[in-house]
């Protein structure tokens, strides 16, 4: 068994709003929003940012919500880079313009990750539920490139968008991005309660990790594709985060301290928050962080594998969504009981065709923990 | 795309090489991407500035190492080519 050791963490994703002017109906935020009365302030932020530092981080994400509804993004980014952090902006773009994007830019932003919703223009913005949102968003790219700023494009991919993928990758080309990013929705928060009409199928996962294996050969050297293979479709789970409490962590708006961004559906854990909690306190101590660091919680069959040094067991909430207790191993293993239950699922939910999505709203409609229970294998089926 | 002698690599615009105080090592970094690369490692990235070829790298470097041209040509190729792979380094005239 594997002590857990404890070594400073890589990076960090510092979620600095949850408001949004979008409505993705897989925003990997939580569905109990934080709300802007209750994020940290200014100053709050940029003693994260020296402390982050000086723990070890290298590297912080800008996140929301969207960042950039946060009026005081530049003093930010300034602080965090003279903190001596990597910056990183996630955002939609929506709220840029090129004045704001040379102040980034002069602050010492490093790159950005603008998001796009489809190749389509119609139905990205309809996902986003933000009208024109595309047109604005391409308008934004060029506007990064022409400042000089990295740009990586990111999009989420699912059942209904995959179909377009030759061209979205076209558009990253086109836009002089460095970088795309294809990232198949995570089914937690609001991804969960709209899996049934995102999932795709083996089929369209299949034809994405061909076609864009077809476009990392023609583009080497001029654009990195980025992409694996979901979850739900893999015969083994990934290292969440790199291993909990091992390289990365979540800061929310309201300054909680999290081991990944969906661990606040874990029930009964405790989260250290920053206003009360020296950073490295948290990371190196907290009940929270030190819940599943390590291979020494792991039942079998995980426990006695070779791959749980590799894997770390896969994702926890996945296992607490999927399997009904966080401590389980992810049913994405096939060495999981209920990995066949999941192939399954995945061929019901695909068969049902359904296009029914909930946008993200200020409140889910109903009850979303208790919601959530139904979306597991073990209520599902046993 | 192959990198080859005449190729001009550089770090992407998103790269960034740095001293890193806490772990005492560099630290070569992009979204996403984090790696430790050894001093020869160091003195290869360095050298790619958009402005120097290929070929004027490795002869650059035999010199330093006082080490025969080919092997390094060889090896500095394998690296960066290792790196274009990730997207850290770039090899073509695309947008700056």
């Known amino acids: ?382 | 795309m192959s990198i080859e002698g005449s190729s001009k690599p550089r770090l992407a615009d998103s790269a960034t090489l740095r001293w890193d105080k806490v772990r005492d090592k560099w630290v070569l970094q992009s979204p996403e991407r984090l790696f430790f690369p050894d001093d020869v490692a160091v003195s290869v990235i360095s050298l790619c500035d958009g402005q120097r070829t290929l070929q004027s790298i490795t002869d650059e470097l035999a010199r330093e190492f006082d080490a025969p041209a080919t092997a390094i040509y060889d090896d500095t190729v394998e690296l960066l080519k290792g790196l274009a792979a990730e997207g850290v380094i770039v090899h073509d005239a695309g947008p700056r």
């Open chain 1, 1 to 382: 068994m594997t002590p857990a050791r404890v070594e400073p963490p890589l990076a960090f994703l510092a979620e600095l709003t949850h408001r949004c002017p979008l409505q993705c109906p897989y925003c990997s935020n939580p569905l109990e929003l934080v709300g802007g009365r209750a994020e940290l302030s200014t100053a709050e932020w940029i003693t994260v940012f020296e402390d982050a530092a000086r723990l070890g981080v290298m590297q912080v994400h800008l996140s929301g919500g969207e960042p950039t509804a946060r009026r005081d993004l530049v003093g930010l980014v300034r602080a965090a880079e003279q903190a001596g952090l990597y910056t990183n902006l996630i955002t939609s773009g929506v709220l840029l313009d090129r004045r704001k994007i040379d102040d980034l830019a002069a602050a010492g932003l490093r790159h950005i990750q603008l998001s796009i919703q489809d190749a389509d223009p119609a139905e990205a913005d309809r996902i986003a539920a933000y009208p024109q949102a595309h047109l604005k968003k391409l308008a934004v790219a060029r506007e990064i490139r022409s400042a000089g700023l990295a740009l990586t494009l990111n999009v989420v991919v699912h059942r209904r968008n995959l179909p377009r993928l030759d061209g979205i990758i076209d558009i990253a080309v086109d836009l002089g991005a460095e970088r795309l990013e294809v990232a198949h929705a995570q089914y937690h928060g609001w991804a969960l309660i709209n899996r049934a009409a995102l999932m795709p199928s083996q089929d369209q996962v299949q034809s994405a990790v061909a076609t864009i294996a077809a476009a990392a050969r023609r583009l080497h050297g001029r654009m990195q594709i980025d992409h694996v293979v979901p979850d739900y479709h893999a015969r083994r789970p990934k290292a969440c985060m790199g291993g909990w409490g091992r390289r990365f962590f979540v800061i929310a708006p309201d300054g909680a301290m999290l081991p990944c961004h969906a661990a606040t559906s874990i029930p009964g854990m405790s989260f250290p928050n920053v206003r009360t909690t020296a950073l490295k306190a948290a990371w190196d101590d907290s009940a929270a962080f030190t819940a599943f660091r390590g291979t020494a919680w792991m039942a079998e069959p995980c426990r006695s594998c070779e791959f749980r040094d590799v894997d770390f067991g896969g994702c926890r909430c996945q296992a607490l969504t999927l399997a009904g207790h966080a401590a389980a191993t992810d049913p994405v293993c096939d060495r999981s009981p209920l990995h066949d239950k999941l192939q399954a699922l995945v061929e019901r939910e695909v068969a049902s065709g359904t296009s029914s999505l909930q946008l993200r709203r200020p409140k889910p409609s109903s009850r979303a923990s208790d919601r959530s229970r139904e979306y597991g294998l073990v209520t599902l089926i046993d």
